[in-house]
C-alpha cells in the first residue's frame, strides 16, 4: 500500500468509496434515511474536488485502487477519514491518520460518527462534545473530538 497526495483524477473514486462506505459500515448507526442525507448518491464532484484540493488530502492506494483517503485543513481540523468497506479493520484508517495527524500544526480535532468514535477514541482523541447537525432534514449524531 502506498500513501500519496490526493489528485484530481481521484475524485470520483474517492466519491464513490466515501458513498459505498458511509451506507455499508455505518448502517448500523444510522438509518437510511440518515445515511442519504449524510452522503446522497448524485455528488456534485466539482465541488468535491475543490473542497479536497483546498486541504492536504491523501489516498491510500494498493494495487492500483483507492483503499482509503482522508484531509486536514490548516488549522488541524480532520475533515474525512473513510476506508474502503472491503478493506477495514487492516491499519488503513490509522495509516491514513498518522500521516494527517502528524502534518497539523498543532492539536487536532475531527467531527466524527458514532461509527468512528471508538476509532478515534483508540487513538488518544477525546469528546468535547455530542452534537446533532442537521442535513437535508435528517438529524446526525457527531462527536467533536480532539486530541
Known amino acids: 500500500m502506498v500513501i500519496r497526495e490526493y489528485r484530481s483524477s481521484d475524485c470520483l473514486e474517492t466519491a464513490e468509496l466515501f458513498y459505498d462506505t458511509v451506507h455499508t459500515v455505518c448502517a448500523a448507526d444510522y438509518t437510511p434515511a440518515q445515511l442519504d442525507a449524510w452522503a446522497p448518491r448524485g455528488r456534485d464532484l466539482a465541488a468535491w474536488n475543490e473542497s479536497l484540493l483546498a486541504h492536504r488530502s491523501i489516498v491510500a492506494v494498493d494495487r492500483g485502487e483507492i483503499v482509503g483517503f482522508g484531509d486536514i485543513d490548516g488549522t488541524g481540523y480532520l475533515d474525512r477519514l473513510f476506508v474502503s468497506s472491503h478493506r477495514q479493520g487492516e491499519g488503513i484508517g490509522s495509516a491514513i491518520c498518522r500521516e494527517l495527524e502528524g502534518s497539523a500544526p498543532g492539536s487536532v480535532s475531527v467531527r466524527a460518527s458514532i461509527t468512528a468514535r471508538p476509532f478515534f477514541e483508540k487513538r488518544g482523541y477525546a469528546v468535547v462534545r455530542r ?17
Open 131 to 147: 452534537e446533532d447537525v442537521s442535513r437535508l432534514g435528517q438529524l446526525l449524531t457527531s462527536y467533536i473530538m480532539k486530541k
